[in-house]
């Protein structure tokens, strides 16, 4: 039993060594200029390291010595990868007779290179930034792993093999512009509100219509938008005490909020502009009840306040905005996530006051 489970591992192991993809590893130093060596010695630049000048120059040669530790950064990063491939569950990294290849290019920074890497087995390449001499182990991990088996640099990252280039990205963001806006409007609310009656108050349908003024900075990034301001509204409809003997009718006096919209833009960079987006307002409301006849001394209506958080819908148009100041039409629907239930002595209101607002607005 023993000589058969030898045999079968001995087999299996043959199979292993049979399937494994051989890989060529070839790691180049390039630049950033073409011809670089060339061209110094014609403009009369004394020649870079390593580079020969032929006797009809006239110069004479002078050999500098040379360092036992000097690392020749394109060998040392070879054979780390070679490495690395041959440590990999079915590649083997050979001198010839490959049957894929992993060419790898380095570009000399101030301090490192940029690294390109390609293998042939899935047409894939890889690239980082900015790599020094000390991390070409855990990069050699990294580039095998990514490039054998198709996946991204990003994605074979671990506690061991962070790179400097994996903390020290710069990145740039979008600026935006920023302007200050001015909007006249008209809201429409509706809800069950106490109104004059044959027999007193009761609750009925209406309608109410209040002036808005809105105030606020709207800045713009590309097709995005964000309006942030703070409006006010002021009631319109009211009915007089004296039609009301019984009391209990009520009335909207005023509104102030303070929102926050995103808008999206339909053609970012046009003189004109559909755009539509959402977003919320904190809202507090002011109502006026009448009060009876026989309460009336300190006055004849009666004030209390509610609010909350409103649901926003938004819709516009913005127009001339070549212009150092354009403007906009603007509609929005309001849809409350709180129910109105507020009462004082001489009444109040319990009602869901949903509404909308259709308004003129200045950009500058």
């Known amino acids: 039993m023993r000589y058969v489970l030898a045999a079968w591992v001995f087999v299996l192991g043959m199979q292993g060594a ?30 870079a390291a390593g580079v020969e000048v032929p006797e009809a120059m006239g110069q004479p040669v002078v050999a500098e010595p040379v ?44 301090m490192g290179w940029t690294v390109f890497a390609r293998y042939t087995g899935h047409a894939r390449e890889e690239k980082v930034d900015e790599v020094q001499l000390d991390e070409f182990t855990p990069l050699a991990q990294r580039l095998v792993r990514a490039l054998l088996w198709d996946r991204a640099i990003t994605q074979v990252i671990n506690r061991e093999n962070v790179l400097r280039a994996d903390s020290q990205t710069n990145l740039r963001r979008i600026r935006g512009e920023g302007h200050a806006t001015l909007g006249l409007g008209t809201q429409v609310r509706a809800g069950q509100l106490a109104t004059l009656g044959a027999d007193g108050a009761t609750d009925e349908l209406r309608i109410l219509t209040p002036l808005s003024v809105q105030l606020g900075y709207r800045g713009k990034y590309k097709a995005w938008g964000l309006d942030v301001f703070v409006r006010g509204a002021l009631g319109t409809n009211h009915e007089a005490p004296r039609r009301n003997p019984t009391g209990g009718h009520v009335d909207f006096e005023h509104a102030v909020g303070a929102g926050l919209h995103f808008l999206r833009y339909l053609d970012a960079v046009g003189m004109t502009s559909w755009y539509f987006g959402g977003g919320a307002m904190f809202e507090v409301s002011g109502f006026s009840v009448i009060k009876p006849d026989g309460s009336r001394q300190d006055g004849d209506t009666e004030t209390f306040y509610t609010g909350g958080l409103n649901a926003d819908f938004v819709f516009g148009y913005e127009f001339m905005r070549t212009s150092r100041v354009h403007f906009y039409l603007q509609g929005e629907l309001h849809v409350p996530t709180f129910q109105l239930d507020t009462e004082v002595d001489a009444g109040g209101v319990d009602t869901y006051l949903p509404g909308g607002l259709l308004q003129v607005g200045m950009v500058f």
Do not use: K, M
Not at 18 to 27: E, F, Q
Not at 41 to 47: I, Y
Not at 68 to 89: G, K, N, W
């Open 67 to 110: 360092d036992p530790f000097a690392i020749d950064p394109a060998r040392y990063l070879e054979r780390l990868v070679r490495y690395e491939v041959t440590h990999e569950v079915g590649f083997e990294a050979v001198d010839t007779g490959c049957a894929e290849r992993v060419h790898i290019e380095l570009y000399p920074l101030r």
């Open 18 to 47: 049979a399937a494994a993809t051989s890989v060529c590893v070839d790691v180049e130093v390039r630049s950033w200029t073409q011809g670089a060596a060339n061209n110094s010695a014609e403009n009369g630049e004394a020649p």
